[in-house]
């Protein structure tokens, strides 16, 4: 099992901010230092203290009902996913074009509207009641879509398969995280803070045998199940998929038995960051010729926002500008269910004598290769490296590496397009879409984890939802990139599309590598010259910034290093 702090995942990120856990000996007193001042600020915005209870609490039994949820839901929803496309062009008898621009917008509100479902959750009715309310509209999504692989519809099957789509995406895009937060909030801290970590791990691992098993038997029972006169019975696909989604919301209604009660927020972190932005801008473009400007333009805000806030808001901003490249390296990850599965039809999908798989079971080799790389890249790869060169990749250089696997992985797709249009007929073994795999696996674990962990973390305690809410954007505006370049159709040949990705990747990797490079010297600049810090020990022994010294058992600040017995669980 993989640690927590070694995975990342979409999944997983809503639920985690910053944990600070205790030892058996040390009070229950949490607070944040001011760094400036060297006082501490007891409380603050954003910040909950939990009181340890005198006995030690059990394992949470709805635990396994939320798991057992997101297995059967992540089976459903990949799973439409890993056939949508050929069912579409095959049976639908769609173009390759229109049928690439459906599933890319069905996966652009999937991930759109993981921001709707947070806000209700932590600021209006919880997390149990939002999911209950977005299941009944998933539910709705599924009755559509087994209705439209049926003959005899009488319905346009444009706007029929258009709608359900539309209703899947927004009930799972919307439950996505309230599922991550509904497992998070179970746990009692800081008791239990190995057993989260433990869930965390636990969970991403569901999640991916979920992706994995929707990559192998979708494409199975449509290739070996015959019904209304075809040879293949997407019918039959759909029935199962919709039947794991129902299995899923049992399995999340037999858990409301166990739920602990939820104790929803004063004010949505998402709506305030939202405000805050929304005044300063106003406030700018309103402001007179002869009035001082702040050294920041968001600075506007302080008043109608407290100031602590609004500099987090700040912090967050700057974060969130790495982000502007990166919708193009989803762009590309996105398209191993739409193109790629399409070049995989075109070729030869006999892997050895007797063994022949689908075409959409091609892209299964990605999540294998994912499982086999974390280990290695983890136990071997990274502490080689520190051994013998004593290297370790830092996050925003690995994110660099990331992006040029990813651009290799479409160079790589290009050639092979070209190669198979050269040979006949699907003489071309499906197997030689292994390195192009290979390289997208490797610019997930080399851009995606480190490069979300690192914003996750540096972002400030009471933004990690933001932040989170914004690569979730990322993945969204990244399906629509490929809706608009297909829809533009510029090119003559698939081998020219994909080297045109390729060339977009190598772009946005050194537009991220100099927003990187700046964003490195800016925090640099802003820690000697606006703070102007000197902080001399941190722990159980006295704290001393900038002269000043502290008596206190345990301190733990966004922007104070810890070397105390505290544990921080970042993800």
Aim: proline share 5%; charged share 15%; glycine share 6%.
């Amino acid at each position: 099992m993989f640690r927590a702090s070694q995975l990342a995942s979409e999944e997983t990120l809503p639920a985690l901010g910053l944990l600070t856990i205790k030892d058996d000996n040390e009070p229950d007193i949490t607070s944040h230092l001011n760094l400036k001042t060297g006082k501490l600020k007891p409380g603050g915005y954003g910040l909950v203290t939990v009181l340890r209870s005198h006995r030690r609490p059990k394992y949470p039994i709805a635990i396994v009902f939320v798991l057992m949820t997101k297995l059967f839901e992540a089976f459903a929803a990949n799973g439409i996913r890993t056939i949508l496309a050929l069912y579409l062009r095959d049976d639908l008898y769609f173009s390759e074009s229109l049928s690439t621009v459906l599933l890319h917008v069905f996966n652009f509100f999937g991930q759109f509207c993981p921001i709707f479902g947070a806000i209700l959750a932590d600021s209006y009715i919880g997390n149990v009641r939002t999911i209950n309310g977005f299941y009944i509209i998933y539910a709705f999504g599924w009755i559509l879509l087994v209705f439209t692989s049926l003959p005899y519809a009488g319905v346009s099957l444009i706007f029929l398969v258009s709608v359900s789509l539309l209703l899947i995406a927004i009930g799972n895009g919307s439950t996505r995280a309230c599922v991550t937060s509904l497992g998070a909030i179970q746990f009692q801290l800081p008791d239990q803070a190995k057993q989260l970590a433990e869930y965390f791990s636990l969970y991403y691992l569901i999640y991916y045998l979920g992706i994995f098993l929707s990559k192998i038997i979708p494409p199975m029972i449509r290739a070996n199940t015959y019904c209304y006169n075809k040879n293949e019975c997407y019918p039959a696909v759909f029935g199962t998929l919709g039947s794991s989604f129902f299995m899923a919301w049992i399995m999340f209604s037999l858990g409301r038995l166990y739920y602990r009660p939820e104790k929803l927020a004063e004010e949505s972190i998402l709506i305030k960051f939202y405000g805050c932005i929304k005044y300063a801008l106003g406030k700018k473009w309103r402001r007179k010729a002869d009035e001082k400007k702040p050294a920041y333009w968001l600075h506007y805000a302080v008043g109608r926002y407290e100031e602590s806030f609004v500099s987090d808001v700040a912090k967050v901003l700057k974060l969130v500008k790495l982000f502007l490249p990166l919708p193009i390296y989803f762009a590309l990850l996105a398209q191993q269910d739409s193109s790629w599965t399409f070049q995989a039809s075109l070729m030869n999908t006999t892997i050895v004598d007797g063994i022949r798989i689908q075409p959409d079971q091609a892209k299964a080799m990605g999540p294998i290769f994912l499982f086999i790389l974390i280990p290695l890249w983890q136990y071997v790869v990274r502490p080689l490296l520190k051994w013998l060169f004593k290297y370790e990749l830092k996050p925003l250089h690995s994110v660099t590496v990331g992006g040029v696997f990813s651009a290799l992985s479409f160079m790589s797709a290009g050639i092979l397009q070209r190669y198979i249009f050269s040979m006949p007929y699907k003489s071309v073994n499906v197997m030689w879409q292994v390195p192009q795999f290979i390289c997208m696996m490797l610019g997930e674990l080399l851009l995606s984890i480190p490069g979300l962990q690192f914003a996750f973390t540096q972002a400030p305690a009471s933004m990690k939802s933001v932040v989170t809410a914004a690569w979730f954007l990322n993945n969204a505006f990244g399906n629509l990139i490929v809706v608009i370049i297909t829809e533009l159709n510029m090119f003559r040949t698939q081998s020219d599309e994909f080297f045109f990705y390729a060339v977009m990747m190598v772009v946005a990797i050194v537009l991220y590598t100099y927003l990187a490079y700046d964003y490195e010297l800016r925090q640099y600049e802003e820690s000697n010259q606006d703070s102007g810090m000197e902080i001399i020990t941190v722990g159980k022994m006295p704290l001393e910034v900038n002269g000043k010294k502290l008596h206190t058992e345990n301190i733990q600040s966004d922007e104070t290093p810890s070397t105390s017995k505290s544990t921080l669980i970042k993800l």
